[in-house]
Each structure stands twice: as C-alpha cells, then as structure tokens.
C-alpha cells in the first residue's frame, strides 16, 4: 500500500500487534525512482508491503500524481 511515512506506519503497525518482517529500508530502484519499503505480517500471516515514493522517474510525487489523475479521469470517458 502507498503511505506517506512509511517508518511511522511500520512503528505504528507493530506496535498494534503485527509481526515485523523488513524493516523500513530506502532504495533506489533505478531511471531515478526513490522510495521507502517497508513489510509487516498481518494477525493472518499475509505479508503486507508499504511503500513510501520520494521520486518517480526524476520528478517528485507532487508532479507526477496530477498528471496521472488527469490521464485516469481520461481514460474513465472511454
């Protein structure tokens, strides 16, 4: 799941009883995306990942999220 603080999230998850499975960890994964990642088990044993993106393709969130949203209003139409 996208969050916003992904080392807030994790704390928070563990702390209210989830199992912990890899702690929040930075990574660039390449043509200029970076994020955060971070994985908890849930009371069930599912894996649950969290993702905190701080760039996407050389251009932060804040850029890329209204063009996106303008691209799946679009694509809504048809």
Known sequence: MDV???AGC????V???AEAFCPP?????GMGSI?????IKDP???????????K??????KVVAPL???VLKLRSKF
């Open 10 to 13: 994790y704390k928070l998850a």
């Open 44 to 54: 069930d044993g599912n894996i649950v990942e969290m993702v905190e993106v701080k």
């Open 35 to 39: 994020g955060t990642f971070a994985y």
């Open 4 to 6: 916003i603080d992904v």
């Open 56 to 61: 996407l393709g050389f251009m932060p969130p």
């Open 68 to 70: 996106l949203s303008g």
């Open 25 to 29: 960890t930075h990574m660039d994964t």
């Open 15 to 17: 702390d209210a009883g």
